[in-house]
């Protein structure tokens, strides 16, 4: 079959006509992965599922992967396990002080991806929250 769809033919059916010849030729033998099952779907799309297993194989952060409105949002999340592991109120207020720098900083670039809805942390509630976590454990 030639390289390109010839007219007055459906897409699928060209498309489905080359795989067929090409599985009779052979061209799908000894392939890697043959004859094991398919990852469990994720509710991604194929491309995503392989760069999330990809990014994972490599010992990385999916999180790297968000745009940056949603990583900022996911970070503000996890603020609270991240204060737990500081040791003194400094250490706090630098992490809460660095976290509203970036994100007054993406407000004000802020072109592409989902809207940027994230608010500044509040230093002195999270220093409070923080100081609350220590004194009941």
């Given amino acids: ?13 060209w498309v489905d006509r080359q795989i067929a010849e090409a599985r009779e030729r052979g061209e799908f033998d000894d392939l890697p992965g043959t004859g094991k099952p398919l990852p469990k779907p994720t509710g991604n799309d ?13 010992g ?18 996890d603020l ?35 809207p940027l809805t994230v608010a500044l942390v509040d230093v002195e509630e999270a220093l409070e929250d923080w100081r609350r976590s220590r004194a009941a454990s």
């Fill in 60 to 77: 990385h952060d999916t999180k790297a992967l968000l745009p940056p409105a949603l990583a900022l949002k996911r970070e503000v999340q």
């Fill in 80 to 114: 609270p396990a991240r204060l737990a592991g500081e040791r003194t109120e400094r250490q706090v207020r630098d992490v809460v002080e660095e976290l509203n720098t970036r994100i007054r900083q993406a407000y004000l670039n802020h072109h592409t991806g989902p």
């Fill in 46 to 58: 194929a491309a995503t599922d392989w760069v999330l297993r990809e990014v994972r194989k490599g």
């Fill in 1 to 13: 079959m030639s390289g390109r769809k010839p007219p007055k033919v459906s897409f699928r059916w």
